[in-house]
């Protein structure tokens, strides 16, 4: 079985600190996603890496960035954390670039902003 | 006009009804799609593709019509557990980045 994992399943943190949020894949997947799920919104891409050290922006980027150093980690940090960031947020990985492949999901950190 | 678009319910439809509900697209290029569920506080899982014949998993049925840019989902049967959110995704073009609807609830009452 797949499985990703997410550093913390809840974080608060103030106004104008660095968040990081760490995502580990065990399957030797080569895609590895950021997401971010408001209520009413959906998912939204905020990067992607389709391998090591490479990464591209997704659907909302600023303020975020990401590091992907090894295969099977990818980070998202926050540069300085507004309120407006506080949401659930998910890493998911993938087999490969085909969209026919399936995103495993892990289980989601829940980020407070105050 | 969202890129793609569901009902966000909730659905009540008592234990062993058939329950179907609907998500709408804005691309006529997009290429492929699915059908992922997410359990109240936990992550999305692939529930089922969707291919242009349609198809069938046990319980499930998923269906497509380009021409009206929309697919379904058919629960026959429902069980308590088909409680979840359900999420229609769409690859809208040739790249591999995905576009999400916000999802539709469905409870299932005993």
């Known amino acids: 079985d797949v499985k990703v994992t997410q550093s913390s399943r809840y974080l608060v943190k103030r106004t104008g600190e660095k968040v990081f949020l760490e995502c580990v894949q065990d399957?030797?997947?080569?895609?590895m996603f950021w997401y971010r799920q408001d209520p009413g919104l959906g998912l939204r891409l905020i990067y992607f890496?389709?391998?090591?050290?490479?990464?591209e922006k997704g659907d909302i980027p600023e303020g975020y960035s990401v590091s992907r150093e090894k295969k099977e980690r990818f980070s998202l940090i926050l540069e300085s954390a507004s309120t407006n960031q506080t949401s659930m947020y998910l890493c998911?990985?993938?087999?490969?670039?085909?969209?026919?492949?399936?995103?495993?999901f892990g289980p989601g950190t829940r980020l407070t902003v105050t | 006009r969202k890129e793609v678009e569901q009902d966000p319910g909730p659905f009540n439809v008592p234990e062993g009804a058939t329950v179907a509900f609907n998500c709408t697209y804005s691309?006529?290029?997009?290429?492929?799609f699915f059908w992922y569920r997410q359990d109240c506080r936990k992550e999305p899982k692939l529930l089922m593709s969707?291919?242009?014949?349609?198809n069938e998993d046990g319980r499930f049925t998923a269906q497509l019509n380009r021409a009206s840019q929309y697919i379904s989902l058919l629960i026959r049967d429902s069980k308590l557990s088909d409680s979840a959110t359900y999420l229609c995704?769409?690859?809208?073009?040739?790249?591999?980045?995905?576009?999400w609807g916000a999802g539709t609830k469905l409870i299932i009452k005993p």
């Open positions: 969707v291919y242009s014949s349609g």
């Open positions: 890496s389709y391998d090591v050290k490479m990464k």
């Open positions: 399957m030797d997947h080569e895609n």
């Open positions: 998911a990985s993938r087999l490969g670039t085909s969209y026919t492949y399936e995103q495993y």
């Open positions: 691309n006529s290029a997009s290429q492929s």
């Open positions: 995704v769409v690859n809208p073009d040739s790249n591999y980045q995905l576009i």
